[in-house]
């Protein structure tokens, strides 16, 4: 069982920057790959970034690559999302995500996922 809790969402303007945490509990979260997710009002769940186990592997959603930095720290059972340049298309509700066996850009490869954090972006 993996417990996840997502921080750190909130308002920005148009440009700026937000950094999103997933604290993970349990005792093997450090074997799981992360993703995060969103979901914008009104649109289906769709992936924005994958990381593997050791951080090594990176995937991401081409709406946000240059943009969204995923990385972990298995010390801290952490999973950060540094989200810059942000858009008002941004704007959703993000989740993090554990995955046992799979790096996946898939949502039903997920097996836990948390709460999920606010982020909205005014123009």
């Known amino acids: 069982q993996v417990q996840l809790v997502e921080s750190g969402g909130g308002l920005v303007q148009a440009g700026g920057s937000l950094r999103l945490s997933c604290a993970a509990s349990?005792?093997?979260?450090?074997?799981?790959?992360m993703g995060w997710f969103r979901q914008a009002p009104g649109k289906e769940r769709e992936f924005v970034a994958t990381?593997?186990?050791?951080?090594?592997?990176?995937y991401y959603a081409d709406s946000v690559k240059g943009r969204f930095t995923i990385s972990r720290d298995n010390a801290k059972n952490t999973v950060y999302l540094q989200m810059n340049s942000l858009k008002p298309e941004d704007t959703a509700v993000y989740y993090c995500?554990?995955?046992?066996?799979?790096?996946?850009?898939?949502?039903?490869?997920?097996?836990?996922w948390g709460q999920g954090t606010q982020v909205t972006v005014s123009s």
């Open positions: 349990g005792r093997t979260s450090s074997k799981y790959a």
């Open positions: 990381i593997s186990t050791t951080g090594g592997t990176k």
């Open positions: 995500a554990a995955a046992l066996l799979l790096l996946s850009r898939s949502g039903d490869a997920y097996d836990y």
